[in-house]
């Protein structure tokens, strides 16, 4: 009986499936396996995502459930990595792992690991081959390239996994005992003082982390999910919208509605969380026509470090007026007085701000307005560094009530929106041209229902292999090739298309319904952070922030 070995598995390939048990190359080849020869309770490892599956309540395509598990076997199979003088190729390390001696090699005289979620950094450099060589690579995905005399060449490793990151591992998080339904809204990740240990700030509403009672609703954790800091002197213990870290890496800025003796609607601190003596210490902060102090809705920050403000009823901050409900800052906290933005004919605030590498502004609404004196009412415009309208940008769906937006790193922007038109209707995402005109190359292939990006949905985050994650929290579920998906968080393909070898993590709440995904980081070794309104993630119980691996499982 022949047998093949495929990733350390024996599978028989005599025929079409193992009736016990199989194994299979991805989940489209999970999908394809013969209903005749499936039962109720079967098992089958897909290899792609490194995950067992179990046909439970069924066996049709929707039964199929993943068995989670914390950690893979330690020797791992010799890892194969070929070369073509046509041929691009990434390779992905789902953990730490060591290589050592090569077993064969054909040809390579050099191989380089670029990481393709590490900024482009320089993994290894020119291995050279030699006997005692060893490669210790972190997790992550890597661009190779190779040095070869050959067109054609090959070269085989031993290799030994040294272990998954894991984040949280055995605990919950964030605790119901503090609220029902703990949430998180806002996530940054601080690589400065140790890239490969970074700080982890984030966002959230429960008062209790991993037992922690904490007063403040900041906190920041090491890359393991342990807490760093959560005390701030009960100065931030009232709703916080966001909290970003400076481009310089000189700390983070963090806007809410927190209003006391320390710090008036905004703040920065340093990368240990203390107070920036360097920033503006408000005495007034944000306020509205009527004087009184009121809390803007959210904030941007800039490549130069500018910081955009935006609310429905700031007219001025620190005794100084500014017109349209959105100012500028500058890195210091002060106002920016060279930008000069009217607003809308309706007085309205934006809903958002998306800003680019060249310092334009899109800024987007949820009903249409004339904006910055415009004759024609709009919903989306782009602004120049000034704060004038540039003339050369125009959204291509006129009528789209825009409810997110990206930048991606070509230049391209991603768009979220709020009608069923013209194409990409049917999921109500868009990928416009850097004009504003559409981008017709990118077609989706599902449909999301009428109303899939509300006041939570809509965020999209672009990461550098070309795909984005995307969050919908619309009541209906996904619907891709006749498969249904009730979750709130997928990922689609650089051409649009649902890409299905992402698992699209199931979230619930306290009463078992649906959960509400608000914030995805997207880190440097291809794993991400996600934060929302759950107390579940994927069968686990995980307290409103989980670390996801590439392919959207529990880490």
């Known amino acids: 009986m022949p047998i093949e070995i495929i990733d350390g598995f024996k599978v028989n390939k005599n025929v079409p499936v193992d009736t016990q048990r199989t194994v299979v190359a991805s989940l ?51 890892v194969r990595i070929s070369f073509s003088a046509t041929n691009e190729q990434d390779v992905i390390f789902d953990q730490d792992v060591d290589l050592s001696k090569h077993e064969f090699n054909s040809g390579i005289s050099g191989l380089s690991l670029t990481g393709v979620f590490n900024e482009e950094k320089r993994i290894i450099d020119n291995f050279s081959f030699a006997s005692d060589d ?42 119901t005992a503090s609220s029902a339904n703990p949430s998180v809204s806002s996530i940054d990740v601080d690589y400065s003082e140790d ?27 090491n890359s393991d999910g342990t807490p760093f800091r959560t005390d701030f002197g009960g100065f931030l213990n009232s709703y916080i919208n966001k909290v970003k870290l400076s481009p310089d890496g000189s700390g983070a800025i963090v806007l809410g509605q927190f209003y006391n003796e320390q710090f008036k609607h905004i703040c920065k601190l340093d990368k ?59 890195a210091d906290g002060t106002i920016d007085n060279t930008f000069s933005f009217t607003g809308s004919s309706s007085s309205n605030a934006p809903s958002g701000i998306a800003i680019q590498e060249d310092l334009k502004i899109l800024i987007y609404y949820s009903s249409k307005n004339r904006i910055n004196g415009s004759l024609e009412s709009l ?42 038109t013209g194409i990409n209707g049917a999921s109500q995402i868009w990928r416009l041209n850097s004009d504003g005109t559409v981008d017709e ?19 999209m985050y672009p990461t550098p292999d070309g795909k984005v994650l995307l969050s919908t929290n619309g009541s209906d579920p996904l619907i891709h090739q006749e498969e249904v998906f009730f979750n709130s968080l997928f990922r ?33 070794d291809g794993t991400f952070l996600l934060g929302g309104t759950f107390v579940k993630c994927n069968g686990q119980a995980k307290g409103a922030l989980i670390k996801l691996n590439y392919n959207g499982f529990n880490r």
Request: aromatic letters at 10%; hydrophobic letters at 35%.
């Open 272 to 330: 240990q969380g203390n107070q920036d003596p360097l920033f503006l210490t408000g005495t007034s902060g944000f306020f509205s026509s009527s004087g009184i102090p009121v809390a803007p809705n959210g904030f941007d920050i800039a490549p130069d470090g500018k910081i955009y403000v935006w609310g429905s009823s700031i007219v001025g901050y620190e005794g100084q007026p500014f017109t349209g409900k959105l100012v500028r800052l500058n």
């Open 134 to 175: 060893l490669i210790s690579i972190p997790e992550g995905i890597y661009k190779i390239n190779i040095s070869s005399a050959t067109p054609f060449a090959s070269v085989l490793f031993a290799g030994k996994n040294k272990g998954q990151r894991i984040f949280n591992k055995d605990t919950r998080g964030f605790n």
């Open 28 to 78: 489209e080849d999970r999908d394809a396996i013969d209903p005749a020869v499936r039962y109720e309770g079967m098992e089958t490892r897909v290899l792609s995502t490194k995950t067992k599956y179990v046909l439970e309540g069924g066996i049709t395509n929707n039964h199929w459930k993943p068995q989670l598990e914390d950690e893979l076997k330690a020797m791992v199979p010799s």
């Open 195 to 221: 890239p490969e240990n970074p700080k982890i700030w984030v966002v959230g509403s429960a008062n209790d982390y991993l037992g922690i009672k904490a007063t403040d609703r900041l906190f920041i954790l």
């Open 492 to 524: 689609v393909n650089s051409d649009g298309s649902f890409d299905k070898s992402f698992q699209t993590a199931e979230i619930l709440n306290s009463s078992n319904a649906k959960g509400t995904a608000y914030f995805l980081k997207p880190l440097r």
């Open 441 to 459: 190359t990118f077609v989706t292939d599902f449909s999301l229902g009428p109303y899939p990006h509300n006041s939570n949905g809509g965020r």
């Open 379 to 420: 919903y989306c415009v782009r602004l120049n560094p000034d704060g004038t309208t540039d003339p050369t940008f125009r959204a291509g769906i006129s009528d789209l009530r825009f409810s997110g937006m990206a930048v991606l790193p070509d230049g391209k922007i991603m768009a979220a929106g709020g009608q069923s």
